[in-house]
Nanobody
Framework: QVQLVESGGGLVQAGGSLRLSCAAS????????MGWFRQAPGKERELVAAISWNGGSTYYADSVKGRFIISRDSAKNTVYLELNRVKPEDTAVYYC??????????????????WGQGTQVTVSS
């Protein structure tokens, strides 16, 4: 059984930092790009950041560029998202996702096959 499990969410004050982790199990995602999405109340799920297998390529949404950092430890099948200088607008459920096969970055939710259950991030002001 393939699983992606997010952790690290919680309540954080505006301007603070948070580190999310996503541990994958059930298969080795060799060559597969992974990403972080978020969904705020009443809004559609959107891509926050994505990273290639070797970390050579990354993508960040304009709204988080310069504040968030995506990274991965391929040996541990784990991807991370570091949220810095968070804003109330960052409040959302954050989801980890992985593409099914090796390839480049995906930019829409429909390009990702495996999904975690999500972890809540709430930014207070």
């Amino acid at each position: 059984q393939v699983q992606l499990v997010e952790s690290g969410g919680g309540l954080v004050q505006a301007g603070g930092s948070l580190r999310l982790s996503c541990a994958a199990s059930g298969r080795t995602f060799s060559g597969c790009a992974m990403g972080w999405f978020r969904q705020a109340p009443g809004k559609e799920r959107e891509l926050v950041a994505a990273i290639s297998w070797n970390g050579g390529s990354t993508y960040y949404a304009d709204s988080v560029k310069g504040r968030f950092i995506i990274s991965r430890d391929s040996a541990k099948n784990t991807v991370y998202l570091e949220l810095n200088r968070v804003k109330p607008e960052d409040t959302a459920v954050y989801y980890c996702a992985a593409r099914r096969w090796e390839g480049g970055l995906g930019y829409s939710e429909y390009e990702y096959y495996y999904w975690g259950q999500g972890t809540q991030v709430t930014v207070s002001s």
